[in-house]
């Protein structure tokens, strides 16, 4: 059975470490996320947009997940992610999700604490977590200070953010970004702020744009086509100090993708004759299985189930 993000990150949050959040579209993302959670034993939340929900449909996506509750010997979450208004959150409480992030990031902090709220209000009498966002998720290399201080999440008013919506966990921004471009210069996130917020506020907190766009799977995707230039992600050791300073759930879609779409090229450009889509996507599902993996070990998750 799923359980909510609350459980999963209350355990982690005691013992330091933190769990990866995956984004699926489709069955193959799916079970890279379960077989690589049982492999290694590790709690994982399944992580589900407002996008894939257009792509794949609420009730596919739903029902496969609950599946794979069903069947999981690991603790696992169904979560929304970047739900941004209230009608989506909604139907995916309906829909059985265990966990759902309001991200009112966009509005100003009053609309955003009214709205994270409201679905405080909805989802806690119907036992699901919910994550909100303070602060935006931009690129800020070039910002001047005034601007990154408008951007980044502000450590003086999450404490307030926190006790006014009620809200189980606190997406933070400290410098990262969404998709494979985070950085044009060297990556640096804002640890002193990471420290801050940690100091005031009780509540996990979630990295979201953590992924690292390897460099291995950047080539390897090259080699067979990709156009790539200038992709760049989050060191490990970033990510490890980040868990250290107190980032307890960890969100990844691009690693993930970058996996995917380099083996499917591979696997075109390597067998011309080959039409038969599990002979495809089976080595695609193989390598972001690989990915998952990697990542809960450095995310210190693994082997946590008995
Ligand atoms: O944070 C965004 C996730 O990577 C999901 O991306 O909206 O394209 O599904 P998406
Ligand atoms: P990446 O694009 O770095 O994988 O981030 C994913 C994310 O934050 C999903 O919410
Ligand atoms: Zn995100």
Redo the contacts with the bound molecule.
């Keep these: 059975m799923l359980v909510t993000n609350k459980e999963i990150l209350s355990a982690a949050m005691a013992k330091g470490y933190a769990v990866g ?1 995956f ?1 699926i579209n489709n069955l193959e993302t799916l079970l890279a996320i379960v077989e690589g959670s049982a492999e290694e034993r590790s709690p994982v939340i399944v ?1 589900v ?1 407002p996008s894939a929900i257009k792509y794949a449909g609420l009730e596919y996506l739903a029902t496969m997940v609950k599946t794979a509750g069903i069947l999981a010997r690991v603790p696992m979450a169904l979560h929304l ?2 739900g941004k208004d209230f009608e989506t959150v909604s139907k995916c409480v309906d829909a059985g999700f265990t966990s759902v992030m309001i991200d009112g990031s966009h509005l100003n902090f009053e609309e955003n604490i009214s709205l994270t709220k409201r679905v405080v209000d909805l989802a806690h009498p119907k036992g699901v977590s919910v994550e909100g966002e303070l602060g935006r ?1 931009a690129g800020v290399e070039e910002s001047t200070v005034e601007e990154r201080e408008a951007i980044l999440t502000d450590p003086n008013v999450a404490k307030e953010f926190v006790e006014r919506t009620g809200v189980d966990a606190l997406a933070v921004a400290i410098g ?1 970004s ?3 471009y ?1 950085f044009r210069a060297k990556p640096r996130l804002d640890f002193e702020r990471l420290k801050a917020i940690r100091k005031r506020v009780e509540v996990p907190l979630v990295l ?4 690292g766009v390897p460099s291995w799977i950047v080539e390897k995707a090259a080699k067979y086509g990709a156009e790539l230039g200038g992709a760049k ?2 060191p490990d050791e970033h990510i490890k100090k980040a868990i250290s300073l107190g980032i307890t759930k960890i ?5 993930l993708r970058l996996a995917f779409t380099g083996t499917v090229r591979e696997i075109l450009a390597t067998s011309p004759k080959q039409f038969d889509p599990r002979k495809i996507l089976g080595p695609a599902k193989k390598a972001m299985k690989e990915v998952v993996k990697a990542k809960m070990r450095l995310f210190g998750s693994s082997f946590r189930v008995p």
Excluded: C, P, Q, R
């Design positions: 959040a984004n992580a947009s992610d970047h998720l990262t969404h998709g494979a985070k979201h744009g953590a992924s992600g989050i969100n990844i879609d691009t690693d």
